[in-house]
């Protein structure tokens, strides 16, 4: 059963962080002709399936999974920049926001602490919400900052994290809610993967899943699933939210060195 707004009709955050691809930008079909585009530039064929499997995955862990795939490991690092170069010539041709995203974020600029933890590389993220008109509205932009391929790193030393590793690992959904100045259980995140929802919920927020349900209508430990953001019961919810510490719309661009 999908799970409803019910389960967090009595609870409010206090910070909310929010995906980037599927969720505030519908850059998930971008992704999707960029693998396709990578594929043909060496003559494979994408593996049944593969769309699915691959969806919120980090970049350089799809080039890999591409190359497994379709029994042409040695491709790995070659297939990884084809991906991204594809992805990058799309999303600065075509940029999209997802139905009710900016409607819902500048409805919240201001109120609460707002951020974005993504999978993808930091110029992607900034770009694709620059040409959107909603970076400003961002206090925090949270991108993995150690190689996919060394995800056992440890990721603090001391106080000062050292690493942020991708989701599915909780790092950029706990940086987030820190720099946000809330416990990670007091915030809420926006997520329209699987990967993405476990990330957040082993970080320890609560997490509303929108857009169309992944294959098999599994959500995970999703809290709750919407079809998008401006659906009637997220804007009733959102209203009824109190007005929490934020520090507005700032331009603090928060990137590993600083973190």
Known sequence: MTPTLRTLSNWSPEAVVFDCDG??????????????????????????????????????????????ETNKPELAVELTAA?????????????????GACEFVRALSGRLPLAVASNC?????????GRAGLRRHFGHVIVPM????????????????????????????ATAARLCGVLPE????????????ESA?????????????????E???????????????VQEWMRGWPAG???????DHQRGKSL
């Open 23 to 68: 969720t505030l930008m519908d850059t998930e079909r971008h992704w999707q002709d960029a693998r396709n585009r990578a594929f043909r530039e060496f003559g494979l064929l994408p593996p049944p399936g593969f769309a699915e499997r691959a969806k919120g995955v980090h970049y350089v862990d799809c080039g890999r999974l591409m190359a497994e």
């Open 83 to 99: 991906l991204l170069g594809h992805f990058l010539a799309l999303v600065s041709e075509d940029p999209l926001t997802m139905p």
């Open 121 to 129: 590389p930091l110029e992607v993220v900034e770009e694709s919400l």
């Open 146 to 173: 150690v190689p996919p391929e060394e995800p056992d790193a440890p990721p603090r030393d001391g106080e000062r994290p050292q690493v942020v590793r991708p989701k599915p690992w909780p790092d950029v959904y």
């Open 186 to 197: 007091a915030a809420l995140a926006v997520e329209d993967s699987l990967t993405g929802v």
């Open 201 to 217: 919920w082993r970080a320890g927020l609560r997490v509303l899943g929108v857009g169309p349900l992944p294959d098999g209508d």
């Open 219 to 233: 959500t995970g430990h999703a809290d709750a699933w919407v079809t998008a953001l401006d659906a009637p019961e």
């Open 245 to 251: 510490a934020s520090p507005g719309a700032v331009q």
